[in-house]
């Protein structure tokens, strides 16, 4: 019996398609561990950029794509003229840098407060015509302390007197002196008109036609004075 006739299959337009299918199976199977590999990356590449671009609901910390940058704080020359009015005038202590920040306003609140303003804490033409024309804001005042009083002028010492005459010392004793050298005597010298001393003045006095009072009296030291020749000190 006549073997029948190989039977060849028409090849159609799907043959390239075919003949890829056929190419990566046959690499498959020789490379399998390698193909396995790149398999596995693709797929890895594919869940990260579907989770970075799909599945993140906020800002990611490392975003894939650069983000602009937040714009910077916009200065004022009006907030710089009102810091460097408020700085003049004592109001303000902080930087001449245009920002409106937290201490700018707590200047600016100040100072309206000072001038019966509506405190607002903004930066207007208002403030800054009115820190211009105003005085310098006044220091507070210390609280009050003990006052130190001056120190106390010492007093001199009235010298020590005696007897009814209220003679100093030192001069009686020069009295004792002149009675004893004129012979009126015993007498003492110790600047005290005790009963020696009298007795010496009450015989000086009748000498002279005096008064006897036993006492140093001013007629007493005179006529005293002009006999002796010297003063009574």
């Known amino acids: 019996m006549p073997k029948a006739a190989p039977r060849y299959r028409d090849f159609d337009d799907d043959e390239p398609a075919s003949g890829a299918v056929s190419g990566a199976l046959a690499v498959l199977r020789r490379r399998p561990i390698d193909t396995l590999a790149a398999a596995l990356a693709v797929a890895c590449t594919v869940m990260t950029l579907v989770n970075a671009l799909v599945l993140q609901q906020g800002r990611h910390p490392s975003p894939f794509f650069g983000e602009a940058a937040p714009p910077a704080p916009l200065r004022s020359e009006l907030v710089s003229q009102i810091q460097s009015a408020l700085a003049d005038i004592g109001y303000y202590d902080g930087a001449v840098d245009g920002l409106m920040g937290a201490r700018t306003a707590a200047a600016i609140r100040s100072f309206e407060q000072a001038q019966r303003l509506d405190p607002t804490g903004q930066a207007s033409d208002r403030v800054l015509a009115a820190a211009l024309v105003a005085p310098k804001r006044k220091a507070e005042a210390a609280p009050a302390g003990p006052v ?31 009675l004893a050298k004129l012979g009126y005597g015993p007498v003492t010298i110790d600047g005290k008109l005790g009963a020696e001393t009298r007795a010496a003045l009450q015989s000086f006095e009748r000498d002279r036609k005096m008064p006897e009072t036993g006492e140093p009296t001013p007629p007493v030291l005179r006529s005293l004075q002009a006999m002796t020749g010297t003063p009574l000190q």
């Not at 001056?150 to 009686?172: D, N, W």
């Open 148 to 178: 130190a009083l001056p120190p106390a002028t010492p007093v001199a010492a009235a010298p020590a007197t005696t007897g009814s005459t209220g003679i100093p010392v030192p001069k009686l004793m020069a009295v004792q002196r002149a």
